[in-house]
């Protein structure tokens, strides 16, 4: 449909930054091209990152009269600006009243070049749609979306893990218990619970109606409230609490949230050994279905540095973000079934909760350490699907509004 550009060449004058397009141009319409109407070829000049017009050059009218079928030697010659950068050029035909044909839909070249110094360079040119163009922008996109995170953490791998390190030990320096407190912390919060529910109420999951089975049953399913919660409860304070990085010194501030989610891993590791220390003498044995447990922590990473990117940056503009996001979590908590079983949930809220993606997680820590099955996939793959989602999610608000943190602070 529309025109076909064959025998392509391209010439570059790169002091006088001309660049000459020569083609054979072939009419793949139905229409007789005629020159009397109007019909021409023409150029325009946009930015390749904005996609914003820049100029337009002198249309250049057809050798002569195509019909259908017939093509003819043109050339159209470019004229690149001065100033330093890329360009994209489209090349297309035109005609008066319907106006560039590209934009509505037909084939045109598509010529890459940059000028640096004041001399241009032929950087690429291929033939293409506008369709085409913006599959390859939203490719492209979507790509950078998921490896960018992953490379800004691979790049800061060593600042982090010094990071990481250096808020753990802060976190208890001065205190007797010193670092011990990383595993006493969690493990008198379990307790706590436990005491509470376990033995005051005397909640008991029907799998394992004994108090030792309501421990490991709710052991299980603090395991990846611990390494949520605590990460996400800091999130909102995390760039404020660092406001010097972000105003006097160039940063990757995008790390801030990714050392609080690792050391909520470090918590969960911990609480992990407690929680296989007290299974050994009750069950006996580690289930070999603990080799699942990677398929669990993936989108449970995941869904955490979503979440904590997004918390981090909402929490510069709106400063009560601690406190309600305080609230949030409780709420969250005792909206998930980590301390009391599902059954006595209302029939008609489960499907409601079963969205929760911290009660898939729960019911997946239980399945393969305490019930010797694998997590159901029915419910695994949507959680990656939504765990993938808030990690891109979350990682574009972070990179969008970090730009004016040093404005706001």
């Known amino acids: ?67 259908p079928g017939e093509e003819a030697e043109a050339e ?9 950068g890329r360009y994209h050029v489209y090349v297309s035909p035109r005609k008066e009243a319907p106006g560039w044909f590209y934009e509505q839909g037909w084939p045109f070249l598509l010529v890459e070049a940059k000028v640096e110094g004041g001399r241009a360079e032929l950087v690429q040119a291929k033939a293409t749609t506008l369709g085409g163009l913006r599959r390859a922008r939203l490719a492209g996109s979507l790509r950078k979306a998921f490896t960018y995170p992953v490379l800004t953490i691979w790049r800061n791998r060593s600042l982090i893990r010094s990071m990481v390190r250096r808020d753990i030990a802060a976190r208890y320096r001065g205190s007797f218990g010193d670092v011990l407190w990383t595993v006493l912390n969690p493990l008198l919060l379990m307790l706590t619970y436990f005491f509470v529910f376990g033995i005051v109420l005397r909640a008991r999951f029907g799998g394992d109606p004994s108090r030792s089975g309501f421990a490991l049953y709710f052991l299980a399913g603090m395991l990846p409230w611990l390494a949520f919660s605590e990460p996400a409860g800091r999130a909102p304070t995390v760039i404020l609490d660092h406001r010097n990085f972000v105003k006097k010194l160039v940063f990757p501030v995008e790390i801030l949230p990714v050392n609080q989610v690792i050391a909520g891993l470090v918590t969960q590791a911990f609480a992990l050994v407690v929680f296989l220390l007290l299974l050994l003498p009750t069950r006996g044995a580690i289930p070999a279905t603990i080799a699942w447990l990677p398929a669990l922590l993936i989108p449970q990473i995941l869904f955490t540095f979503g979440i904590s990117w997004f918390l981090a940056a909402l929490g510069v503009y709106v400063r009560d973000l601690g406190q ?48 010797s099955s694998p997590p159901s996939f029915g419910a695994l793959w949507k959680l990656y699907l939504l765990s993938a989602g808030v990690w891109i999610l979350g990682h574009a608000w972070f990179y969008k509004l970090r730009k004016s943190f040093a404005d706001v602070i």
């Open 324 to 371: 309600v996001i305080g609230f949030v979590l409780t709420l969250w908590f005792f909206l998930t079934p980590i301390c009391y079983p599902e059954e006595s949930l209302p029939a008609a809220a489960v499907p409601f909760l079963e969205k929760n993606p911290i009660f898939v997680l729960v019911r997946g820590y239980r399945a393969i350490l305490l019930e």
């Open 1 to 67: 449909m529309g025109a076909r550009y064959r025998d392509t060449l391209f010439a570059v004058e790169p002091e006088k930054r001309l660049l000459r397009v020569r083609f054979r141009l072939h009419n793949a319409s139905e229409e007789t091209w005629r020159r009397d109407d109007g019909f021409c070829l023409g150029w325009q000049l946009f930015d390749p990152d904005t996609t914003l017009f820049i100029a337009e050059g002198e249309w250049t009218p057809l050798p002569r009269d195509l019909a």
């Open 76 to 84: 159209v010659s470019v004229s690149l600006p001065g100033e330093r």
